[in-house]
């Protein structure tokens, strides 16, 4: 009896095998990362599973044959959501003198694809990305949209881990206080805002000063005051003195917010 040209069981067995998708195995010095990481974070999560997941693209999914499911772009999707959440309500929250369309305005600068990047640059994950080979060879690591996604998985994977709150914690540590500080301040009228403000409630009048001018003359600093009927409300610093201004007129309105708080 002529012998059969059909592979054997054992061989059709192995060739399957070999096709079929595998589970995640990170190498020692990959699980070491993880672990720095979340000491540099003081973070711990319950299923690391899912900050692996936050952290897998989908070329290496697709380099290494494993399942689909595994890379992060569903933790991305829910990350993109969870963190509108969160910046709308410290929004409304901090500035409750602030119309909805500027408070559209400001999230839309915070959470748009460049101040993402840069959030994930300054926590340094782009380190952590598990990579195929071509995108690592193009620079992938450092591309801006993978970077923002990266971020927003992640923010993904701790709103399942952790909850919320400690999304909100994270985010206290890390976008709120850049906020706070006049990062974003470019895309904002502050000084048109505190106007508004004052002219609504019949408070008084308003009045900018440069109280100092620090620096060489190629990278000068002004510091600005506003006042209300002659009292402080707030301080800021800029390049210019129209920055400065609009970053006193912030400050004033952050200070007028948490007066308006403790009524």
Do not use: W
């Amino acid at each position: 009896m002529p012998q059969s040209s059909r592979p054997s069981k054992r061989a059709r067995y192995q060739h399957d095998r070999r096709r079929a998708p595998r589970k995640m195995v990170l190498s020692k010095d990959q699980k070491q990362k993880f672990d720095e990481l979340m000491e540099r974070l003081q973070l711990n999560f319950d299923n690391r599973k899912l900050l692996i997941q936050a952290f897998t693209h989908s070329s290496y999914v697709n380099e290494h044959r494993i399942f689909s499911c595994q890379d992060n772009e569903r933790l991305e999707f829910l990350g993109d959501a969870v963190l509108e959440l969160s910046v709308s309500q410290f929004l409304f929250k901090q500035f409750n003198t602030m119309s909805e369309g500027d408070m559209t305005k400001l999230r839309a600068s915070i959470v748009c694809e460049p101040s993402l990047a840069l959030f994930a640059q300054e926590l340094k994950f782009g380190e952590m990305v598990l990579l195929g080979k071509g995108e690592e060879m193009t620079g992938g690591r450092a591309r801006p949209a993978l970077l923002a996604d990266v971020f927003e998985a992640f923010i993904g994977a701790l709103y399942l881990d952790q909850g919320l709150d400690t999304v909100l914690e994270f985010l206290n540590h890390t976008i709120y206080p850049k906020i706070n500080d006049g990062a974003f301040s470019h895309m904002m009228d502050f000084k048109s805002q505190l106007q508004e403000f004052i002219q609504r409630d019949n408070l008084g009048l308003i009045q900018y000063l440069i109280v100092q001018e620090r620096g060489p003359a190629h990278n000068r600093e002004f510091v600005s005051e506003v006042q209300l009927n002659g009292e402080t409300l707030g301080v800021g610093t800029g390049r210019s003195k129209k920055e400065a201004e609009q970053h006193a007129a912030q400050q004033a309105l952050m200070n007028v917010n948490e007066k308006e708080k403790l009524k």
